[in-house]
C-alpha cells in the first residue's frame, strides 16, 4: 500500500497483519481519489473507521490542510499515528469509536466511512452526520461498503452523486448542496 500522489507521492504505508482491518484497495483509492481531485486542497478532512489511515493520509498529500483520524482499536490507532509520521504530517488520531465521536464532532469538507462491512455503522454514521449537519456546504462524503448495502439520506440537501462497484464494493459519493 502506498500513497498515490501528492507531496508524499510513493510512500509505503504499513499495514497491519491479519484480516482485523481490511484497507481499501489501490484499484478503489484511486478511483476514488481521481473522483475528488479537485476538491481536497485545503479541505478538512475526516477519516472515521481509519484502520490503516491511508484515505486521510491520501488527502493530505493531494493538499488537504487538516485531517482527523477515528478508529476504535488502539493497534490501528498507533498504525495512524506511524504513517502520519513517516509522511511527515501533522494530524489527529482519535482512539475512540466512531458514532460517540460524531455526537460531539465539528464540520468537516471531505468524510470518509468505510466501517467493516458486516455492521450497520455506515447507515449509523450517515444518519448522524445528517442529523447533527456535519458536513460543510458543498461538502463530500464517500462510502465504502458492500455492493448489496442501500444507504438513506434524510436531508433534502444531501445528494447522491455517484455509485460505483468494484467488484464485492459499493463506492457511494454523497454531497451537500449548498444552500
Do not use: W
Not at 46 to 53: M, N, P, Q, R, V
Not at 58 to 78: H, Q, T
Not at 80 to 85: D, L, P
Request: net charge neutral; charged share 30%; glycine share 6%.
Amino acid at each position: 500500500m502506498r500513497v498515490i500522489s501528492g507531496t508524499a507521492k510513493g510512500r509505503k504505508l504499513k499495514t497491519p497483519k491479519g484480516y482485523e482491518v481490511r484497507p481499501t484497495s489501490e484499484m478503489i483509492k484511486e478511483s476514488i481519489f481521481s473522483a475528488i481531485q479537485f476538491e481536497i486542497s485545503g479541505k478538512r478532512v475526516l477519516d472515521l473507521f481509519a484502520g490503516t489511515g491511508q484515505m486521510g493520509i491520501e488527502a493530505l498529500s493531494r493538499g488537504a490542510s487538516e485531517a482527523v483520524f477515528i478508529d476504535s482499536s488502539k493497534s490501528s490507532a498507533l498504525l495512524v499515528k506511524e504513517n502520519i509520521e513517516a509522511c511527515k504530517f501533522n494530524a489527529r488520531v482519535i482512539n475512540t469509536d466512531a458514532i460517540s465521536y460524531l455526537k460531539q464532532a465539528e464540520k468537516f469538507d471531505i468524510i470518509f466511512i468505510d466501517p467493516p462491512y458486516d455492521t450497520d455503522l455506515a447507515e449509523k454514521s450517515l444518519e448522524i452526520i445528517q442529523n447533527i449537519d456535519l458536513l460543510c456546504d458543498g461538502g463530500i462524503i464517500i462510502c465504502e461498503t458492500y455492493k448489496e448495502k442501500d444507504l438513506v439520506l434524510v436531508r433534502d440537501d444531501y445528494e447522491f452523486m455517484s455509485v460505483k462497484i468494484h467488484g464485492r464494493i459499493k463506492i457511494t459519493r454523497i454531497v451537500r448542496n449548498t444552500k
